[in-house]
Nanobody, 121 residues
Framework: EVQLVESGGGSVQPGGSLRLSCAAS????????MSWVRQAPGKGAERVSS????????TYADSVKGRFTISRDNARNTLYLQLNSLKPEDTAMYYC??????????????RGQGTQVTVSS
């Protein structure tokens, strides 16, 4: 059974930083592309970043490019997302997702329960 457990969310002021983690189990983590998808209340899903199985290829949404960094540790079965220079519009629930889906899609399966990021002064 695929299990993805996110942590590291919280409330920060604009300009602040957070580091999200996702502990994966139940599948061969090192074989899969992984993604971070966010969804704000009343808004659609947005894939903010993805990373290939080996960690050598990444993608970012234009809205976060230059501010967020995705990484992974295959030895620890863990996915990360470093969030810097946070803006109020980054406020959302952030989900760790096994695989990669269309940019505006949050899957029902193969995702974690989410971790909340709130950016407010």
């Amino acid at each position: 059974e695929v299990q993805l457990v996110e942590s590291g969310g919280g409330s920060v002021q604009p300009g602040g930083s957070l580091r999200l983690s996702c502990a994966a189990s139940g599948f061969t983590f090192s074989s899969y592309t992984m993604s971070w998808v966010r969804q704000a209340p009343g808004k659609g899903a947005e894939r903010v970043s993805s990373i290939n199985s080996g960690g050598g290829s990444t993608t970012y949404a234009d809205s976060v490019k230059g501010r967020f960094t995705i990484s992974r540790d295959n030895a620890r079965n863990t996915l990360y997302l470093q969030l810097n220079s946070l803006k109020p519009e980054d406020t959302a629930m952030y989900y760790c997702v096994k695989g990669i889906y269309p940019r505006d899609y949050l899957p029902i399966k193969d995702r974690g329960q989410g971790t909340q990021v709130t950016v407010s002064s």
